[in-house]
């Protein structure tokens, strides 16, 4: 199917427990973002990509891990999840800058973590 | 710092009603400016945005907005809601050409019949 997808829509782990989140788009957009997603605090940026190979810091990075080895694809890791991680994750996707490319989101991965 | 602010968290609305749901940002050089909706256990939507040009700006679903650049706002309109609105709303602002939006923090639009 075409557009963004991410995997997998629910999860529940522990404290300290590795996660990946995936995030899988088809139009082969070169900007990749994560964002979570917290009440009070609208979407904040994690990290982003410009393409494969390149990727930056956001907003609230510290506590993931992030890769691109193919354009399409843009993993986020939590290397040891903690409590204040329990949220909801959007990965986003645009062709170009934000001013002239609409920007697309996935329906979002709800982590909790126990 | 740079932010944005919707003062209403939650905004509820009978149907057929007009409703306004409030953005503030915070000034700067240059900004982009965009409106996202949310509806329940999906991502988030384009609405509308402005980049330069009239100030008014429509959108989908009959949304509008309109850009104030001595108060700083964005404040987003509807004439005639439907229940249908009922959704989360984002205002969204891309600060001086950078690569990534500061989002405010939501306002909840409930639609009542």
């Known amino acids: 199917d075409a557009g963004i997808t991410q995997s997998p829509r629910y999860k529940i782990t522990e404290t300290g427990r590795q996660v990946t989140l995936m995030c899988h788009q088809t139009?082969?957009?070169?900007?990749m973002f994560w964002y979570r997603q917290d009440l009070g605090h609208g979407l904040r940026l994690i990290y982003y990509?410009?393409?494969?190979?390149?990727?930056d810091k956001g907003e609230v990075p510290d506590g993931y891990v992030v890769s691109r080895s193919k354009t399409e694809n843009f993993p986020l890791t939590l290397e040891s999840a903690t409590r204040s991680q329990t949220s909801v994750y959007f990965c986003?996707?645009?062709?170009?800058?934000?001013?002239?490319?609409?920007?697309?989101f996935g329906p979002g991965t709800r982590l909790t973590v126990l | 710092a740079q932010s944005v602010t919707q003062l209403d968290s939650q905004v509820p609305v009978f149907e057929e009603a007009p409703v306004e749901l409030r953005c503030n940002y915070s000034?700067?050089?240059?900004?982009?400016l965009f409106w996202y909706v949310q509806y329940p256990n999906q991502g988030l939507q384009l609405l509308l945005k402005?980049?330069?040009?009239?100030?008014l700006v429509k959108g989908i679903n009959g949304f509008e907005a309109e850009f104030n650049k001595s108060q700083t706002s964005f404040h987003l309109r509807k004439p005639s809601v439907h229940i249908s609105d009922t959704a989360e709303y984002f205002c969204?602002?891309?600060?001086?050409?950078?690569?990534?939006?500061?989002f405010g923090p939501g306002t909840r639009l409930s639609v009542l019949p």
């Open positions: 986003a996707s645009t062709s170009g800058g934000l001013i002239d490319n609409e920007q697309f």
């Open positions: 139009w082969s957009h070169s900007y």
């Open positions: 990509s410009a393409a494969a190979d390149i990727t």
């Open positions: 000034s700067s050089v240059s900004v982009y």
């Open positions: 402005y980049l330069s040009g009239s100030t």
């Open positions: 969204a602002v891309v600060y001086n050409y950078g690569q990534n939006f500061v």
